[in-house]
């Protein structure tokens, strides 16, 4: 076990540019858990010395900062997992090498677990500071007179158990593969993007969650209230679950209908090409950003309507800015950990294809042609996951309304808001994606003839 230890910090030390992504997509997510804790201490701490009765109310802002911390989380697993994937298959020769001159299965295995542990803690230790330093602001502007504490052990137990927990779940994968890796594997000369195969088992699986999700989402449940939402929610996550086993089928496809008037050009023909080659990597990315944009929508579109129908009923309440400001907050940090996905997919991938691109490049492929086709990958990626969480969280949010037990409540989504954001976010994508396309165009052509 020493040995493996030592092999799996060499190699996170020699890889540790890509674990940084991941690392901090951990720490948000942990940073969420943390702040919550704080949050709801504080509250409870101020309500005791006021003299009231504080459990009712910490238990519901501790389940809800929960749920969406839940959410975050399993964005940023998809994160993880993307950033082992790629790693392991820019390892694949080093790894054979090492099966071939003795290494067992389960040591590979390992090795990878611990080197997903190392990112667990790394992360764990950012969301800490991060969380911290968001819970003592938010205490001093909104808690006016509570005092500033250091996070208790509880608050450090529930960090690290949040990052190690996601980190080494969405590791499993991963190093799973790691231990099929052939010893012939090492006399291969090459690193580039294979072909991912969807067998049918997936496909079924993946339909049979989606069909369970849809059935929960909608039994019927007589009186509705918070049992037919819980209902519905429950069956909205079951529903997603599916969707990403099947993303890989339909993600690639969305992207070709997005691309119909520029694959006319090599770099559209290559860029939808990439994509469909590693489409399980590319579906992770997408569904990712799908989950942040779909709750943003949803959750802003209900409040929203709740606001819209309340003023139309004479009524305008004093504290909806902080409501939105909040919703706005704890949703907006799952659109970020996908953006994080989609920047991290692209770093990777262009580390992953720098022989192939050197190979592109001296066939006659010229920089800005290099440039444009990474480009169009990351902007294909935001484009679809923008998009598709747009939809689904129209169509969830108004599903939703139907099941509140007020039949009153009018649809109305903040299209100014989503529209703001879904521009943003495109711009961040096209943005971080020009600079990586920058570092690709780079590649020189003599690399292709290395060995």
Known sequence: MAGVTRLSLRTASAHRSRHVLGAVAVGVASAFMVAGSMLVEALSAQMRVAGADDAGQSAGLFALLSAFGLVVIVAAGFVITNS???????????????????MRGRQAFASVLVEGLLVGIVGALVGLALGSIAAWGVIAVAMPGATLVAPGASTVALSLGVSLTVTLAAVLAPARRATRIPPMAALSSAETLTADHI??????????????GLGVAFVPIQGGGALSILAFTVGALISFAGMSLLAPIFVPAMARMVTIGITRRPAGR????????????????TMAVV???????????????????TRAAGYTPDDSGTVFALAFGLTGLTI?????GVLNTIVLSVRERARELSLLRAVGMTVREVRRTVTIEGTLVGLVGVGLGIVLGLAGSALLMTRLPDEGLLFAPPWTLIGVVALGSLALVVTSTRVVAGRAASCRPALAAAA
């Not at 082992?84 to 003795?102: C, H, I, K, N």
């Not at 989950?291 to 129908?309: E, H, I, K, P, R």
């Open 270 to 285: 290559l860029a939808v090409g990439n994509l469909a080659r590693g489409r399980r990597r590319t579906s992770n990315t």
């Open 336 to 340: 970020l950990v996908g953006l994080l």
């Open 199 to 212: 067998g049918r088992t997936r496909v079924a699986l993946g339909a049979g969650v989606l069909a369970l």
């Open 84 to 102: 082992f994937q790629t790693m392991l298959a820019a390892r694949s020769r080093e790894l054979a090498l090492l099966r071939s001159v003795g």
């Open 291 to 309: 989950l942040g944009v779909t709750l943003f929508t949803g959750v802003n579109v209900v409040l929203n309507s709740a606001l819209v129908t």
